[in-house]
């Protein structure tokens, strides 16, 4: 029932900006900590950036000052600003709800940060 789908990938330059959007239904959205991670070919899965209920923010060293999680609730979305985009973002970034013993994941979308 609970469905996460995210949009926004794709190819972008060195330097550029995406933003990535994740559209949550079947969820109380307003009481998740929502996330987005990432993962590299060869690499373990890794936050990127998280929002909890209230608005606080946690982000991975790597993309601080560059990335930016955001929340509209009455839209059950949240996005990811990406700004200076490097070829070491290149991942499948996924989108994450939680909430208590409650963990869902999207399927993902693919940025590719390339000349």
């Known amino acids: 029932q609970v469905q996460l789908v995210e949009s926004g990938g794709g190819l972008v330059q060195p330097g550029g900006s995406l933003r990535l959007s994740c559209a949550a239904s079947?969820?109380?959205?307003?009481?998740?900590?929502m996330g987005w991670y990432r993962q590299a070919p060869g690499k373990q899965r890794e936050l990127v950036v998280s929002?909890?209920?209230?608005?606080?923010?946690n982000c991975a060293d790597s993309v601080k000052g560059r990335f930016t999680i955001s929340r509209d609730n009455a839209k059950n979305t949240v996005y990811l600003q990406m700004n200076s985009l490097k070829p070491e973002d290149t991942a499948v970034y996924y989108c994450?709800?939680?909430?208590?013993?409650?963990?869902?994941w999207g399927k993902g979308t693919l940025v590719t940060v390339s000349t």
């Open positions: 929002i909890s209920s209230g608005g606080g923010t």
């Open positions: 994450n709800a939680k909430y208590l013993s409650m963990n869902y």
């Open positions: 079947g969820m109380m959205f307003s009481i998740y900590t």
